[in-house]
């Protein structure tokens, strides 16, 4: 057996949800690369539209759809709509999540639902739509996107922490419930990662930057290139006995005490 062709995702349909620009948009490219057909959607035209000529760009083929993850409906008629179109989807990676940096006792309950809404009922209403068809294949990978805050809390984030949490619990669920069909449900928490959003926190000089920079033992942020590797892997065959856990690309953060006085 050739180990390398264990990595390759060649014949299958990836769908990434969210996935029109940022770490969704470097692990589709990684996908592509590896030989998988790219699905994505987002929340209106316009964001598809705009995600549609980024993966053009790059000269990749990808089939767009407007949808809302916590739409159930919406869901379920869209991952029809997909099997009829482009066929039954081998990979789905939760990515689409938002966050509200506000202190707890200043959030309302409104904003708390929201967070919950997209970050943990999104991925439980895309899995449950998906994994039907992927018992009937006889296999899956269902990969969702944690958050370093599945297992820390920090500041102004509680509904987002509580939201990563449960869904880290969800990826050991799913692959107690259904690894016997081998489906593999595993997750990735990346760590803080260079994006167009975190930019103004990157700035030389800014405190949030120079935290980051002494709290990471690489001593850098990550990029999302960084994660294209780890994706692959989870959504490939090299890792078929792999369930249930999350896998943190997170410059060793988790594993760091802090160093110590001189």
Not at 23 to 35: D, N, Q, T, V
Not at 159 to 186: D, F, H, P, V
Request: hydrophobic share 45%; aromatic share 8%; glycine share 10%.
């Amino acid at each position: 057996m050739n180990v390398m062709n264990s990595f390759s995702l060649e014949g299958k349909i990836a769908l990434i949800t969210g996935a029109s620009y940022g770490i969704g948009f470097a692990m589709a490219k990684a996908y592509a690369a590896a030989g998988a057909t790219i699905v994505f959607n987002d929340r209106n035209q316009e964001a598809v539209d705009k995600g549609l000529a980024a993966y053009k760009e790059e000269n990749i083929k990808a089939y767009g759809y407007v949808c809302d993850v916590t739409d159930e409906a919406g869901v379920e008629k869209m991952i029809a709509q997909i099997e009829d179109e482009v066929g039954v989807i081998d990979i789905l990676v939760n990515n689409a999540g938002i966050i509200k940096r506000i202190p707890m006792i200043e959030m309302t309950a409104e904003e708390f639902r929201q967070v919950i809404d997209v970050d943990l009922n999104g991925p439980f209403i895309m899995a449950k739509a998906v994994i039907p068809s992927m018992i009937k294949k006889g296999s899956g990978k269902i990969i969702n996107i944690c958050s370093m805050m599945s297992e820390l809390g920090r500041e102004t984030v509680s509904a987002y922490a509580a939201a990563k949490g449960g869904l880290k619990m969800l990826t050991r669920n799913i692959a107690s419930e259904y690894g016997e069909y081998n489906i593999q449900c595993n997750g990735i928490g990346p760590g803080y990662i260079a994006t167009p959003q975190t930019a103004p926190l990157r700035e030389e000089g800014h405190p949030f930057n120079s935290f980051i920079i002494a709290k990471t033992p690489a001593a850098r942020w990550g990029t999302p290139e960084d994660l294209m590797g780890p994706a692959v892997f989870l959504a490939s065959n090299a890792s078929d006995f792999v369930n249930g856990h999350v896998l943190y690309v997170d410059g060793g953060i988790l594993a760091y005490i802090g160093k110590q006085p001189k």
